[in-house]
């Protein structure tokens, strides 16, 4: 059974920095496609960036320059490096993952359909 575990989250200025974990078990880490999530309230949850099980990226425009997601496949784990921080990034945070690979697939990098199985969330606050 997979489980999926985020941490990091927490409460910063703006212009500050955190960085998020997301740790994967009962899962075939290897071939997964991982992405960060986000919500805030009233809106829906949206893309914020994604990483192939060959390292290729995709990001959301509003976090590229400042956000970072990257793995390490010995420890089983994904992270979200998140630099100058604003207070429209206050949001949960979630994490999420899937196997299936394709073409198809690739173009949905940044959309909810692309994963079948998700964290429960970190929250991040950003004031001003």
């Known amino acids: 059974q997979v489980k999926i575990v985020e941490s990091g989250g927490g409460s910063v200025q703006t212009g500050g920095s955190l960085t998020l974990s997301c740790t994967v078990s009962g899962y075939g880490w290897d071939y997964s496609f991982m992405g960060w999530f986000r919500q805030a309230p009233g809106n829906e949850r949206e893309g914020v960036a994604a990483?192939?099980?060959?390292?290729?990226?995709e990001y959301a425009d509003s976090v590229k320059g400042r956000f970072t997601i990257s793995r390490n496949n010995v420890k089983n784990t994904l992270y979200l490096q998140m630099n100058n921080l604003k207070p429209e990034d206050t949001a949960t945070y979630y994490c999420a993952i899937d196997h299936r690979a394709g073409d198809g697939w690739t173009l949905l990098r940044l959309e909810e359909v692309r994963y079948k199985d998700w964290g429960q969330g970190t929250q991040v606050t950003v004031s001003s």
């Open positions: 990483i192939d099980s060959d390292g290729t990226t």
